[in-house]
């Protein structure tokens, strides 16, 4: 249990589908984050929320739509998909200010497959 | 170009024996942290052990330990004594900046360790 909790854990949508993703961290940590993790890529940095104001797109495209209401929920909305974007959704939160370290907190994730 | 670069897509290595996993980085910042994470298969990332570049002492947490050779800006993950549990994915990742909120990961080394 490392304190953020992702929902849901498995996604099968079609590509004209939305849905969202669900991020919950009860950490108490100012900073989130959502990455994609595919087969054979590094973990690609996707969005980063920090103090609810977010400080990092990472050239996503518009399908995908990140929201942060406040410091301890993050959401992944989810428009016509394309089949690539079937992957592992890693949600992470990480407290950045002052003497700490700033380590990623991670959920389980959200396994999405886009049919 | 890219900032974190692991070269072992995959290692096997004897149980008990001593591993090392390689990283090298990226930055022109005098400020950074360097972390290491351990992704069994069942998905979830583990934080195993922080690095910051103002820190003289190489980093330890029981069996890991970090090489870190700033001149080198290399950051070789150490573990003693491997066993079983210990297969997994591991990722290098780097925090740039103080106080920074941008983390992002090398491709990882598939660890495999043999009975």
């Known amino acids: 249990e490392t304190g953020v909790t992702q929902t849901p854990r498995h996604l099968v949508m079609g590509m004209t589908n939305k849905k969202s993703l669900k991020c919950e961290q009860h950490l108490g940590h100012n900073a989130m984050y959502w990455y994609k993790q595919s087969a054979k890529k590094p973990l690609e940095l996707m969005f980063v929320?920090?103090?609810?104001?977010?400080?990092e797109n990472n050239s996503v495209p518009s399908r995908f739509s990140p929201e942060c209401p406040n410091s301890s929920h993050l959401f992944l909305h989810l428009h016509t998909l394309q089949p690539e974007d079937s992957a592992l959704y890693l949600c992470a939160s990480s407290q950045v200010l002052g003497a700490n370290t700033g380590e990623l907190f991670f959920g389980e994730g959200s396994r999405l497959t886009v049919l | 170009a890219q900032k974190i670069t692991q070269t072992q897509p995959g290692m096997f290595v004897q149980e008990k024996e001593a591993v090392t996993l390689d990283c090298t980085y990226d930055?022109?910042?005098?400020?950074?942290?360097l972390f290491w994470y351990k992704q069994p298969s069942s998905g979830e990332m583990i934080f195993l052990i922080y690095q910051g570049s103002y820190d003289e002492q190489n980093a330890t947490e029981g069996r890991y330990s970090l090489n870190f050779q700033k001149a080198r800006k290399s950051a070789n993950l150490v573990i003693s004594a491997s066993q079983l549990g210990d297969s997994a994915m591991y990722f290098c990742?780097?925090?740039?900046?103080?106080?920074?909120?941008?983390?992002?990961f090398g491709k990882g080394t598939r660890l495999h360790i043999l009975p």
């Open positions: 990742a780097m925090r740039e900046g103080r106080g920074d909120d941008k983390i992002i």
């Open positions: 930055t022109s910042d005098q400020s950074y942290g």
């Open positions: 929320y920090n103090f609810k104001e977010q400080t």
